[in-house]
């Protein structure tokens, strides 16, 4: 033994000795502290036992019936398997299982992705007021970029089992990958050159061919919120009234409607490098590019409800720059629940509430997040629709294609039976068409006993009553009369990305969260969409603002403005945008499942609602995450990532698609 070893032995030794000998109020103190230690240490020891129980318990769990479907593996392909859309077989209709063939290079070239109307044709033109370029910087030396995709299709790649690219305006036969939908917002440039210099670990076969077709923006030196106003004020003729009426040689131009499109975000978030990519496409896509159509906004709520932000610039300004990326500073409106305590002051009583079921503050986000939205709306009523946009989804393609194409179908959609088309799921493989759905859905209300949703619905009510209706959500016929004329042509008040559920026939445990009503009636029919993302019109905006400062009306926030949709005849629709599943699910047993659950506990809205966790666009969908994160490149589970991609068909290139919820993203 070494000197060192035996002094560090006997050091315990001596130092137990002395501890003897102290006084007895040292050792009562001791004896107290040993005890507690020793408690601390067992009660340690007996939460560890009891996670390992418990997780021995989720381990040992019957599994859920879509858990022994087959896996689909066609997401994983790569830009080295591409083939053209037309010889493209979706993975669940091979039979054989083999392996596509890999070139050693892409087989096609990027494109440039130019969804938008030709702003120069005379057809246009003769409609409408020529469309002024916009730029990134102030010195207009940067014209808002294009973005890339591929003119194919992964070999084998799963189709959607919901909804369809071609019904929403969506080019169906593209696919992206990061170099092409990212790369010229920063993401494969360096940081010295204004990029966030990200592919460095990143598969890139042909990607040299992307990084050649874009000019690099020095994205530290831009300021969106100026690129914006800039922009609009360049092409303002587009939107005013006024300026359509013309001057005789300019007479009859159509008014182009403008969207606000707000991000709901909060003081403390974290501003990953994905996510400044992802807030640069919307700005560039959907305002930019299309000469002012939108404005991009941050609703940035302020969690501290001591900060007095509408007291004080000086504190409002500081609160942006201590929780929002410089190049966002100009697009942000804070907000706060003592705020909307002000504004909403109420009386919200809870005698006159159903059931609080989260047992929340009324005042509270959680349950009455659409308190600032309404607020904001009326702050900015130039704004025909507003767009209520979350943190933590993430879409694969062309911004303005997917938010212009659900846009224009909802406005060809016939108010007749739309309802009831809104509460279903669409499932082309064992539907067919939408014509055919519509058919179906048409044919299975008229053998129920139910009557069809026909404009403002009524109900028993008293004390403070209900606001009248806008007279244009009356229909002009009856019912039987309409040959699904009425509502065609007409924009929708309401769209939203989950079906439109009557929660009286489900278990969704927030659907008895309804204040302002008589309680002792019985509880006013009701609607629900599933995450609070929707584009709303300002007059959809203005009722439900009206309902809850006159009224003292409110429900829980993904209940709210599809009801007062239902109740005042605005129009509202569920946009069928395509969701893929993880998983090759029999597609009698998929429509059964979400669309005829044997009883509420079995809907997709309650109890059964583990059934979406394999898919890509849902509250608590896993798969959602899981294939975003492979696409950006990342190991996941232990696959992906650098070395698996270049050893099999490099980078995925997938469709544009819808994601949620992402709450964690890496391109490591």
């Known amino acids: 033994m070494s000197d060192t070893w035996r002094k560090g032995f006997s050091a315990p030794r001596r130092r137990l000795g002395s501890l003897l000998r102290t006084s007895p109020k040292k050792l009562f103190v001791l004896t107290i502290a040993i005890f507690f230690t020793l408690c601390l240490l067992a009660g340690g020891s007996f939460r560890a036992r009891r996670y390992y129980v418990e997780k021995a318990k989720q381990d040992e769990r019957i599994p859920y019936h879509w858990e022994k479907y087959p896996r689909l593996s066609g997401f994983y392909h790569g830009v080295r398997t591409l083939v053209n859309y037309t010889d493209w077989v979706p993975e669940q209709q091979i039979t054989e299982k083999t392996k596509p063939l890999i070139h050693e290079v892409p087989p096609m070239d990027p494109v440039v992705v130019n969804p938008y109307p030709d702003f120069s044709s005379s057809e246009y033109l003769q409609d409408h007021h020529p469309v002024q370029r916009c730029y990134v910087d102030e010195n207009e030396k940067f014209p808002a970029p294009d973005i890339f995709a591929y003119p194919g299709i992964p070999a084998g790649m799963p189709a959607p089992f919901w909804g369809s690219y071609e019904s929403i305006g969506v080019a169906p036969d593209r696919c992206w990958e990061r170099f092409g939908r990212f790369g010229p917002y920063g993401y494969s440039y360096n940081p010295a050159e204004g990029g966030l210099g990200l592919s460095n670990n990143s598969a890139h076969a042909g990607a040299e061919k992307v990084q050649d077709m874009f000019t690099k923006v020095d994205y530290r030196k831009v300021d969106w919120s100026k690129a914006q106003k800039k922009c609009f004020e360049k092409n303002q003729k587009r939107f005013d009234p006024e300026a359509a009426r013309g001057d005789g040689a300019t007479e009859g131009k159509k008014v182009v409607k403008r969207s606000a499109y707000v991000l709901r975000t909060w003081t403390g978030y974290q501003y990953t490098d994905i996510q400044l990519l992802s807030l640069r496409a919307m700005i560039n896509e959907l305002s930019l590019k299309s000469g002012g159509e939108y404005d991009v906004h941050l609703l940035v709520h302020v969690k501290d409800n001591s900060i007095p932000i509408w007291a004080s610039e000086e504190v409002y300004n500081q609160t942006i720059r201590e929780n929002v990326p410089e190049e966002f500073w100009g697009i942000t409106t804070l907000w706060s629940e003592q705020q909307m305590r002000t504004y909403y002051p109420g009386p919200f009583p809870e005698e006159e509430n159903f059931e609080n079921h989260s047992k929340s503050d009324i005042h509270g986000v959680y349950r009455s997040a659409h308190f600032a939205l309404q607020w904001f709306a009326q702050q900015h009523q130039e704004y025909d629709f507003f767009w209520n946009w979350e943190m933590d989804l ?181 946009a069928p945008h395509p969701v893929y599943f993880d998983r090759q699910w029999p597609l009698d047993v998929m429509d059964k499942t979400f669309n005829y659950p044997p009883t509420p506990q079995d809907s997709p809205f309650g109890w059964g609602e583990h059934n979406m966790q394999g898919g890509s666009f849902y509250y608590n969908a896993g798969f959602s995450g899981a294939l975003w994160r492979r696409w950006l490149g990342a190991n996941e589970n232990g696959e992906g990532g650098k070395k698996m991609e270049e050893s099999r068909s490099d980078r995925m290139c997938l469709r544009g698609t819808l994601y949620h919820p992402i709450k964690s993203e890496s391109v490591e």
């Open 394 to 574: 993430r879409y694969t393609g062309h911004y303005y294609e997917f938010h212009n194409g659900i846009s224009e179908w909802a406005k060809e959609q016939p108010r007749k039976l739309l309802w009831e088309r809104s509460s279903r799921f669409w499932i082309p493989g064992i539907h067919g068409s939408w014509s055919k759905f519509s058919q179906l859905v048409e044919r299975e209300t008229m053998e129920s006993n139910e009557k069809p949703v026909w404009g403002p619905v009524t109900f028993p009510t008293s004390g403070r009553g209900m606001l009248p209706s806008p007279k244009e959500n009356t229909p002009p016929t009856k019912f039987e009369e309409d040959n699904f004329q009425w509502g065609v042509g007409e924009d929708a008040d309401l769209i939203v990305f989950d079906p439109l559920f009557d929660p009286a026939k489900t278990n969704w445990v927030f659907r008895r969260d309804v204040s302002g009503y008589n309680t002792s009636l019985e509880i006013p029919p009701r609607r629900v969409a599933i995450i609070t993302v929707a584009r709303l019109s300002r007059g959809l905006l203005n009722t439900m603002h009206e309902e809850t400062f006159r009224m003292h009306h409110t429900m829980f926030p993904e209940m709210w403005p599809p009801t007062v949709a239902l109740h005042h005849g605005y129009k509202a629709v569920y």
